[in-house]
């Protein structure tokens, strides 16, 4: 440099140690790889700058400074603290959501040093590009509430240290990848909100996770083995078959949504093993049978839903001192339940209803207005039990 220098400056050896010396500073703070720069470009130039707000993140990337620089903008990312003179690299890209258009570059790929990546609540369209398996210290993905289609990479279980997958609320679909256990860290996995079909893998594998959303998709077959380290696990709205029996290991959780499947049989007291229970949601299944009484001795059960399903039987008497404390909501609507309510139903308020049965209700009773069933429903129901 000094050379190159010198020769626009042949003789003013001061000015040149005046410019070493400004340069100084450079070689202090490293400057980030040019390879993460070149993918910062690609990112932004694979999205519609008129879709960039005037104050959002994108707008303060100006690449006539170094990304890493910490007193200038780029904002959204993060970088890689060296403490030598070792390039600096990206190691989080995390967005804000306010509508971002376009493509997700394959050149994501590159960021090898990324461990989170967040673009959740834009219009990013088009694929997950394949390049996406090579970011393999990658613990965070999100990027839930965009319009993404195709499939999950199946390359994606090349990345052992993923924590949290959220591709929630996009236009993905085909198969869930079979071999998804093999991402042992996983803690929390939601593909809520998209057209995957076929069957759920068996997950049991994944015995950290906490939270699994597979909820509005076209899921069907069994409920496969699952981990039973859950506490939240949602698969509503799909058209999930057979029996609810593979829940019953599941013993520490909390939050249990299968409203709206094809799941039969009968919830025996057997089954329904869940002391930590907070939500039961299984409405709109065919179950059948007696209403569950166990249900009366999980201290933290708030919310029952199991309306829309062809129960037949009584309301089981223990229900009643259930009512308010804990119980907040208890919706039995549209089954065959027969005879009389229990006591406490006429002297306690909560949200519910017990409409659309065949019980003896009377409409002095918020939980009963809607009216039972016809007659004849109720004998032909109670007739093929
Ligand atoms: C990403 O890496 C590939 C393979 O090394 C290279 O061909 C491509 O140009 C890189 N893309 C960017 C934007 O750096
Ligand atoms: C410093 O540089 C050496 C050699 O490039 C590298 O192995 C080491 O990890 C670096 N240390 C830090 C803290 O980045
Ligand atoms: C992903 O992002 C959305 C929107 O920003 C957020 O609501 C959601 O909690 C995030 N998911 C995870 C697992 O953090
Ligand atoms: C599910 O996977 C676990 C191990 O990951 C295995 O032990 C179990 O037998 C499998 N269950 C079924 C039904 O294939």
Same mark, same amino acid.
């Given at each position: 440099m000094a050379s190159h220098l010198h020769s626009f400056f042949? #003789?003013?050896?001061?000015?040149i140690?005046?410019l070493?010396?400004?340069?100084?500073?450079?070689?202090?703070?490293?400057?980030?790889?040019?390879?993460?720069?070149?993918?910062?470009?690609?990112?932004?130039?694979?999205?519609?700058?008129?879709?960039?707000?005037?104050?959002?993140?994108?707008?303060?990337?100006?690449?006539?400074?170094?990304?890493?620089?910490?007193?200038?903008?780029?904002?959204?990312?993060?970088? #890689?603290?060296?403490?030598?003179?070792?390039?600096?690299?990206?190691?989080?890209?995390?967005?804000?959501?306010?509508?971002?258009?376009?493509?997700?570059?394959?050149?994501?790929?590159?960021?090898?040093?990324?461990?989170?990546?967040?673009?959740?609540?834009?219009?990013?369209?088009?694929?997950?590009?394949?390049?996406?398996?090579?970011?393999?210290? +990658?613990?965070?993905?999100?990027?839930?509430?965009?319009?993404?289609?195709?499939?999950?990479?199946?390359?994606?279980?090349? $990345?052992?240290?993923?924590?949290?997958?959220? %591709? #929630?609320?996009?236009?993905?679909?085909?198969?869930?990848?079979?071999?998804? /256990?093999?991402?042992? @860290?996983? +803690?929390?996995?939601?593909?809520?909100?998209?057209?995957? #079909?076929?069957?759920?893998?068996?997950?049991?594998? %994944?015995?950290?996770?906490?939270?699994?959303?597979?909820?509005?998709?076209?899921?069907?077959?069994?409920?496969? =083995?699952?981990?039973?380290?859950?506490?939240?696990?949602? %698969?509503?709205?799909?058209?999930?078959?057979?029996?609810?029996?593979?829940?019953?290991? $599941?013993?520490?959780?909390?939050?249990?949504?299968?409203?709206?499947?094809?799941?039969?049989?009968?919830? !025996?007291?057997?089954?329904?093993?869940?002391?930590?229970?907070?939500?039961?949601?299984?409405?709109?299944?065919?179950?059948?049978?007696?209403? &569950?009484?166990?249900?009366?001795?999980?201290?933290?059960? @708030?919310?029952?839903? +199991? *309306? =829309?399903?062809?129960?037949?039987?009584?309301?089981?008497?223990?229900?009643?001192? !259930?009512?308010? @404390?804990?119980?907040?909501?208890?919706?039995?609507?549209?089954?065959? +339940?027969?005879? /009389?309510? &229990?006591?406490?139903?006429? !002297?306690?308020?909560?949200?519910?209803?017990?409409?659309?049965?065949?019980?003896?209700? &009377?409409?002095?009773?918020?939980?009963?207005?809607?009216?039972?069933?016809?007659?004849?429903?109720?004998? *032909?129901?109670?007739?093929? =039990?």
């Amino acid at each position: 440099m000094a050379s190159h220098l010198h020769s626009f400056f042949p #003789s003013s050896p001061f000015i040149i140690l005046a410019l070493v010396l400004a340069f100084v500073p450079a070689f202090v703070h490293a400057l980030t790889l040019e390879s993460d720069i070149e993918t910062l470009r690609a990112l932004i130039q694979s999205l519609d700058p008129n879709s960039f707000p005037s104050t959002s993140y994108l707008r303060t990337w100006d690449f006539n400074t170094d990304p890493c620089e910490t007193s200038v903008g780029f904002l959204g990312i993060l970088c #890689s603290v060296t403490a030598n003179t070792s390039a600096s690299r990206i190691i989080a890209i995390e967005l804000d959501g306010v509508g971002y258009e376009g493509y997700l570059t394959p050149a994501i790929g590159n960021l090898t040093e990324l461990t989170a990546l967040d673009l959740s609540n834009n219009r990013f369209r088009g694929p997950l590009p394949n390049t996406i398996a090579n970011l393999e210290k +990658l613990s965070k993905l999100n990027l839930s509430g965009n319009y993404f289609t195709g499939g999950i990479p199946s390359d994606i279980t090349n $990345i052992k240290t993923l924590e949290l997958i959220d %591709l #929630s609320t996009n236009h993905l679909s085909g198969s869930i990848p079979a071999d998804l /256990s093999v991402i042992r @860290r996983l +803690l929390y996995l939601s593909l809520s909100n998209n057209q995957f #079909s076929g069957r759920i893998p068996n997950l049991s594998g %994944l015995w950290r996770l906490r939270t699994l959303m597979l909820d509005h998709n076209v899921l069907y077959g069994n409920i496969p =083995q699952l981990p039973i380290s859950l506490r939240t696990l949602s %698969l509503a709205n799909n058209l999930i078959s057979g029996h609810i029996t593979p829940v019953e290991r $599941i013993t520490e959780l909390r939050i249990l949504d299968l409203n709206n499947n094809r799941l039969s049989g009968e919830i !025996k007291e057997e089954i329904l093993t869940l002391p930590q229970l907070r939500e039961l949601d299984a409405q709109g299944n065919l179950l059948h049978g007696h209403l &569950p009484v166990r249900l009366v001795t999980y201290e933290n059960l @708030r919310t029952i839903n +199991l *309306a =829309q399903n062809r129960f037949t039987g009584s309301i089981p008497s223990e229900y009643g001192a !259930k009512l308010g @404390r804990p119980w907040r909501r208890l919706f039995l609507d549209n089954n065959f +339940l027969t005879g /009389s309510i &229990p006591q406490e139903f006429y !002297k306690v308020k909560i949200r519910g209803s017990l409409a659309m049965n065949c019980l003896k209700c &009377p409409t002095s009773i918020e939980l009963c207005h809607g009216g039972q069933q016809p007659a004849s429903d109720c004998a *032909a129901a109670n007739n093929s =039990q």
